[in-house]
């Protein structure tokens, strides 16, 4: 059969079972529109924005667990794509993304709506191509996808020259399977590293597991669990991988690093024996480095080699999926006896008593703990909550205690304000039955804003619940701890009606302001199925979070809320973010 | 610790700007970079020297080989291996130094592969710490350009 180059593109999707694609015409893409019309069983969302495209491909990824499909066109629509892929990247998020180019004749010649896409995306991708042999398009779709989804996912961009699309050639079909002499992600795990981790493991006496985001993309949350009940270890979790182990469990001590537990913090720095479980250490969880978990010994598990050793020495590394290496761990440790950790368990409770997420509530105002607290209620733990980056994204995940994965959605490693909105809208049409709430601040919701139309087109109803401070708080936090109260920029002046915005965009629209109308908005907002609703709630302006490990200072060192421990930074540590 | 790393890689458009991009976007450091061709068209050979202490090398070997066009990476260093850099160095003669540039000439078995009348074309191949040697040995104001390759090597025993 002759089919042009954009035919061959879109049979390949639909070979690969793409439901969705979130993208965005223009010059150089077509072609490929013009195939994609004539495609009944892949569904195009039409966002407003290259960038909401990528976040709702990647909410949509997140959500499922299957690979998110964009389609922008070459030039700005690249470029405007930008800060999605490398979201998504940051995330270990599984992405294809493809980008119209300009005709092979005129590539470098400065044409028309022309970037070096490759060029532009090369350090945030897991890998790109450029496609100008139309005989090479089905081999190079099928290596993107296989690229994207296999060891540790990451975005591919697929970046196709407008000719490409155009010309014709004899489709053979989508090749079956792919395989790559320089590309092997399948890992088997070396017994003898868990026999290393096992002789240590069996000694500890104070244990502690710390899962992240890799216990989510590896869909090892069953196996997590076995794990930790067959231990009986504490375990905590990063902001990446909440939900992997339940939250609501007794051994969980909810999430670590700057905004993370007291309990968590004070565990890991005590500890004599952390299994890092697809986390990578990162510099929101070891704080200072000289200070983090001075007397423990580090096993840690993931699949890429570069994660490991790169911030922190670990003293045995599990190279392969979450899920192989504790499954083998969980049979190496069917005939063994563990230390004792009654005392160490009895320290951990002196910790939790402490109650480091309690907050000071004030009669007039709304504090935005309260809201989360009143949203976990109003959904029973059970909706998918996606948030954008500020104070009110730690407070979801301190205050919504969630219990399954792929629940929580959010920009952790890029921290990308405007993630939230497209994200929830990719989420709702990945799973439509769900509850899908985005939890969001005045000053994100405005970077992402026009996808409220899109979600009206396509209808994703969602419960945006805008914790609206009027400020930049985490900015504002920073700046009342370490720059003397000087607010600058952090002030959100001029702010739009909200609920008219929501109404002019034909969607529902709450203002919140006094505490009392909390609960009945949410329940309101809930029982509307099949409508999108725009809380917006006054919240408490002057509100920080808390626990909070400054810059630089150590897990012991953490600030907890209503406390005399006047927050101070060192010099090594303003030099941090 | 100067490391030598040999790279082998699909023969792929852009796989050079990887290389490069990836040293730079992490900040490690490259003393020189060669790279061309193998018996295996489809396969390029690159090898690159960088300085940096265990752990940084340590980063450097993953992250070059979580390239996906990246087939193998070896340290070369960790093992026994034969390193080579070319250097092709245009001088100024006059009678004055001539005999003393040919008796340099000499002493570092080089190759005069281009004369002119008050030039000499030099080459020399051999470890870098020779090919340094030899021009610390010329009269700085004497040299009127200096190419070098970079080095390359190969390991002493039989790798994949
Ligand atoms: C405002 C703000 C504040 C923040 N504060 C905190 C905080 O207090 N606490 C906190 O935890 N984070 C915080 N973060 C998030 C932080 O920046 C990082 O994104 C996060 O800590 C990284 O989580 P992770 O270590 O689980 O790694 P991820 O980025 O989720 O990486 C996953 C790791 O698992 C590996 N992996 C992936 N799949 C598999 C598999 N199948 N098998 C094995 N391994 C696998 C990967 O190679 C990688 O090393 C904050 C972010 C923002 C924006
Ligand atoms: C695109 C982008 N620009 C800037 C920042 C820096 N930043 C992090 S949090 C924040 C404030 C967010 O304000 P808001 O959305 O109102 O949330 P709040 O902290 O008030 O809950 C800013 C500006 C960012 N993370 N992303
Ligand atoms: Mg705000």
Redesign the interface.
Known sequence: MKLNGAQILINSLKSEGIKHIFGYPGGAVLHIYDALNACNEIKHILVRHEQGAVHAADGYARASGKCGVALVTSGPGLTNAVTGIATAYMDSIPMVIVSGQVSSAVIGNDAFQEVDAVGITRSCVKHNFLVTDINDLANVVKKAFYIATTGRPGPVLIDITKDTTIAETEFIGYPESIDMRSYQPEIKIEANKITKAIALIVQAKKPIIYSGGGSVIGNADKTLSIFTRHTGFPITQTLMGLGAYPASDKQSLGMLGMHGTYEANMAMHDSDCIIAVGARFDDRITGNLDKFCPYAKIIHIDIDPSSVGKNVSVDVSIIGQVNDALSALIQALKDKQLADITQWWAQIETWRGVDSLAYQTKTGVIKPQSVIEALYEVTKGESIVTSDVGQHQMWVAQYYPFDKPRRWINSGGLGTMGFGLPAAMGAKLAAPEMDVACVTGEGSIQMMLQELSTMLQYNTPVKIINLNNGYLGMVRQWQEFFYDKRYSMSYMDALPDFVKLAKSYGHIGIKVEKELDLKPALVEAFKQKNRTVFLDILTDSTENVFPMIPSGAGHHEMLLAGRDNMASINDKGLNLV | MRYIISVL??NE??AL??VA?LFS?RGFNIESLTVAATNDSTLSRMTIVSIGDD?II??IV??L??L????TVTDLTATEHIERELLLVKVDVNQQTQADIDKQIDIFSCKIVDLSEDTYTIELAGKSQKINDFLASLDVSKILEVSRTGVTGVCMKITS
């Not at chain 2, 996906?68 to 087939?71: G, L």
């Open positions: 890689l699909e458009a852009g700007s990887r991009g976007a752990n340590e980063q993953k992250q080989n979580k996906i066009d990246v087939v």
